[in-house]
């Protein structure tokens, strides 16, 4: 039974062109995160939620958002792709913040830039 | 800020060889340590933790890692691996306590097992 559930699992963009991708989860978990893994790289994390308070890492371009409307979905609109872009997006949940707190992974976005 | 080195880009085994995939990790205060695995097409699964105490942990599948403080490794191990163990594997690395929600992943290591 899917916990972290990722929507779509493939998406096209055109430069410049906005785009939004999905995650919910079925967990009703705390914190929800989004990183961005570009081949052959570690995940990298570009923000996250916890309850509805917004964290963005220091090195997150501008170009990055997200939303969380209630517990159980989050969105990362892209404003602008560019083709530095691509790559694989995750979203993951953890019932907390501490360090003990396991992460738990949708299966990616992949995103290509045309 | 923290990092971790996996060493090994690609690993390939036969089948019934023992495996041995390092994780290095740079920082020096108190740890907790994870090794994930993603399967062809599926998403990225826990496969062990450690916080504290013994410091060899078994995950599923029998998997094991052993912390080793003084080298600042948690290395992950299985005696005997199956074709079913093909797979992408990441070492990643928390602080300790509240407030310590970052997770930093090493750049994982392919391993490919051949029947």
């Given at each position: 039974d899917a916990m972290v559930i990722q929507n779509p699992r493939y998406q096209v963009t055109q430069f410049g062109k906005p785009v939004t991708l999905s995650c919910s989860q079925t967990?009703?978990?705390n914190v929800m995160y989004w990183y961005q893994q570009k081949s052959s790289q570690a995940p990298k994390l570009l923000f996250h939620y916890y309850d509805k308070d917004f964290n963005n890492e220091a090195?997150?371009?501008?170009?990055f958002q997200s939303r969380r409307p209630n517990t159980s979905f989050c969105f990362l609109d892209i404003r602008s792709p560019g083709l530095g872009d691509a790559a694989m997006y995750l979203c993951a949940t953890s019932?907390?913040?501490?360090?003990s707190s396991e992460q738990y992974f949708g299966p990616g976005t992949r995103l290509t830039v045309t | 800020a923290q990092s971790v080195s996996q060493h090994n880009h690609h690993v390939i085994l036969s089948e019934a060889a023992s495996l041995e995939l390092g994780c290095n990790y740079s920082y020096g205060g108190t740890v907790n340590l994870f090794w994930y695995v993603q399967y062809p097409g599926q998403h990225l699964q826990l496969l062990l933790k450690y916080?504290?105490?013994?410091?060899l942990v078994k995950g599923i599948k029998g998997f094991e890692a052993e912390f080793i403080k003084s080298k600042f490794s948690f290395n992950l191990r299985k005696p005997s691996v199956q074709w079913s163990d093909t797979a992408e594997y990441f070492c990643a690395v928390k602080h300790s306590g509240?407030?310590?929600?970052q997770l930093t992943f090493g750049k994982g290591t392919k391993l490919s097992v051949i029947p």
């Open positions: 967990l009703n978990h090195d997150t371009p501008d170009n019932r907390d913040r501490l360090g | 916080f504290s105490g013994d410091p509240a407030g310590s929600y």
